[in-house]
């Protein structure tokens, strides 16, 4: 497995060079609300321009289901890259066909051709290889070379992430070459102790990841909504809180199979538990062995993990040389339950070794809570490709890469 990166293109002076990236920024209205993903595209763009590149950007955002639609438009991806860029940025009306064929033309090496949203057409996911092939062929137009950069979709098989990676010469930009690297590290080089974190809504989102991580951690941290399949596959009573019945017998059986490999599952001690689900509701922390003991009994539901179990999920993480966290501790939205993601994401801004945010909804959670992303030894950029990696799954986009 040998990725291949930038260099392997060559000069790249005068050439007109497709990027695919991942600007699926989050938005309320046309307002930005995260633009992490923005600034993760910069050192590959600015590589190019260094290289006397014209750069064609091109990348999807939301679900606008294959047809144009205004709330989906890149424009406030465009206005906000106009503010970082230091040369021009031009947003083409249409995902191609001639305006886009004119505004490569029109171009300088520096500029930014960016493509409107590239799920306008439905070929771009479309199920048929060959109509994927067809869409590919029009975005290859007037394009010498293609690197790939958007490691949130790389576990896609879509045009512009597999089937254009075939049609010219391509390679990794430099935000997957570091996905890559650090992902690999977690999976088959970690300094130990070795903790991995997990929370978010469901466990079945998560099995994969502890299937393929078992033998490999030291120990692994619940939290989020997801701990209460597992509270009740250990033989505790969680109220209305969030669970998934049909999987308590596979996490059963991952509880005993971490417990022949040796490694330590840590659960929370308490739970903030609250009469309803919104950010005002009435709560109480509860011990584990006590969630419907409170006021809202049976009908209470989990929302963070409690402050004694912050405490231990953080010294657990203080220690630990290696850390990989994927899903909040709990709904984090709101700051009543907020209080256990932030504790997490504070102790792994302070592991002395390499602490990942494992992307997703993790990476929304530090930005959201004041964090910096130079606080962490690296935010990934795509929960699911992050996930998918560790799992040891085949990604189309980075086998298209060589990888």
């Known amino acids: 497995m040998a990725l291949r990166t930038l260099e392997s293109l060559g000069s790249l002076e005068g050439t007109v060079v497709g990027v695919r990236l991942d600007l699926n920024v989050p938005l309320n209205g046309s307002t930005i609300t995260d633009d992490g993903r923005i600034h993760a595209a910069m050192p590959t763009l600015k590589a190019l321009a260094d290289n006397g590149a014209v750069i064609v950007a091109m990348s999807h955002l ?201 490694v330590d599952i840590v659960v929370p001690s308490d739970i903030v538990m609250a009469e309803s689900f919104s950010a005002d509701a009435n709560h109480d922390t509860l011990p584990v062995d006590s969630l419907e003991a409170g006021p809202h009994g049976a009908q209470a539901i989990g929302l963070d993990i409690g402050p004694a179990s912050a405490e231990t999920f953080a010294a657990a993480i203080r220690e630990s040389h290696t850390v990989f966290w994927n899903g909040p501790m709990g709904v984090f939205e709101f700051e009543a339950f907020s209080h256990g993601t932030r504790a997490v994401a504070q102790a792994l801004s302070e592991v002395d070794g390499l602490s990942v945010v494992g992307g997703g909804d993790s990476a929304a959670a530090v930005r959201a809570l004041g964090f910096s992303d130079d606080q962490f030894g690296h935010i990934s950029t795509g929960g699911g490709a992050s996930l998918e990696f560790l799992e040891g799954k085949t990604l189309p986009g980075l086998e298209a890469l060589g990888w």
């Open 62 to 262: 939301g679900r606008p289901n294959g047809a144009p639609d205004p709330a989906y438009s890149l424009a406030p991806v465009a206005t906000r890259l106009e503010e970082l860029w230091p040369g021009a940025v031009v947003l083409t009306d249409s995902v191609v066909g001639q305006d886009v064929a004119e505004a490569i033309a029109a171009a300088s090496p520096g500029d930014i051709v960016l493509r409107e949203n590239l799920r306008f057409d439905p070929r771009e996911t479309s199920k048929v290889p060959a109509e994927r092939e067809e869409f590919a062929t029009l975005l290859a137009e007037g394009i010498d070379s293609v690197v790939s950069d958007g490691f949130g979709v790389v576990h896609r098989a879509q045009a512009s992430v597999v089937e254009l990676a075939h049609l010219r010469p391509s390679a990794a930009g430099v935000l997957i070459e570091s996905e890559v690297s650090v992902l690999h590290a977690l999976r088959s080089e970690p300094q130990r102790p070795y903790t991995v974190v997990l929370g978010g809504s469901k466990v079945s989102d998560k099995l994969g990841v502890i299937d393929a991580l078992l033998p490999v951690v030291n120990r692994l941290v619940i939290g989020g909504g997801m701990v209460f399949t597992v509270l009740k596959a250990m033989g505790h009573r969680v109220g209305a809180s969030l669970l998934e019945a049909d999987q308590l017998e596979t996490v059963a059986g991952y509880l005993e199979r971490a417990a022949s490999l040796g």
